[in-house]
């Protein structure tokens, strides 16, 4: 990945990549100054705790390939939203759909799609919020609004989709046991909605 820019490219990657860091930090300190004000208020921290990421240049060379887009540092600013990805574990299904909406309703940064995989899970059981923020990052000529993709989700759905990638990527198992495995996920999948609705009840109920 990294040898297909060269020249002004390289640059111009570099100074897209600061953008997005800036971006990552900039809805970080939002979402902890959330957290911060909701522990006051209700006694509570919604947010477990958050992980930051950038996608490596290799992946990101990978996924332009993937859907056949121009290799360039313009064509990644025009059609990728999620070079900069930031994780929000919560601890209730509540608290996700709390810390999103606050988030959304502020004014300096924008929603740009929204896709609910709690309301509506994927086939294969996974569950999560992601909303792509954009954010303007101030530089010395201006603001650049930047996007931000954000992946809200639950411990359990945490521990899910941890073990259900690292399945999908295990290549040294043979095919009818990962289909078995994959199956017994579909299945945990239910059930730890299910739990988590359950102690969601309890959690509500005690206040
Ligand atoms: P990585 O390594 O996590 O970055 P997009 O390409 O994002 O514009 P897409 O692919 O429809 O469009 O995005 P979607 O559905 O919002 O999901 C993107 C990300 O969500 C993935 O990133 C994963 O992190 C996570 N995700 C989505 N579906 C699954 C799933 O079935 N299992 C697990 N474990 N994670 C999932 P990337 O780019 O695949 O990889």
Redesign the pocket.
């Known amino acids: 990945g990294v040898d297909v820019f060269q020249g002004s490219q390289i640059l111009a990657y570099a100074e897209l990549e600061q953008i997005y860091s800036g971006a990552m930090r900039e809805i970080g300190t939002k979402l902890e100054n959330l957290d911060d004000e909701f522990q006051l208020r209700n006694k509570h921290n919604p947010i477990h705790h958050m992980e930051c990421?950038l996608?490596s240049i290799d992946?990101t060379i990978g996924?332009l390939r993937k859907?056949n887009l121009p290799l360039s540092v313009e064509s990644i600013r025009q059609n990728?939203?999620?070079i900069a990805?930031i994780?929000v574990i919560c601890n209730y299904v509540t608290d996700v759909y709390a810390v999103a909406n606050t988030l959304s309703e502020q004014s300096d940064i924008e929603v740009i799609?929204i896709?609910d995989?709690i309301r509506n899970p994927?086939p294969?059981?996974?569950r999560?919020l992601?909303v792509?923020y954009q954010v303007p990052v101030f530089l010395s000529d201006g603001p650049h609004p930047t996007p931000v993709?954000v992946?809200f989700r639950t411990s359990a759905m945490d521990y899910?989709?941890?073990?259900?990638?690292r399945l999908?990527y295990k290549n040294s198992i043979e095919d009818a046991a990962k289909e078995r495995h994959f199956e017994t996920l579909r299945e945990c999948a239910r059930q730890l909605a299910d739990i988590e609705d359950r102690m969601q009840q309890i959690h509500q109920e005690i206040g």
């Open positions: 990421r996608k992946s996924k859907r990728l939203y999620d990805g994780r799609r896709k995989y994927k294969n059981g996974y999560s992601h792509i993709e992946q899910w989709a941890s073990l259900e990638h999908r």
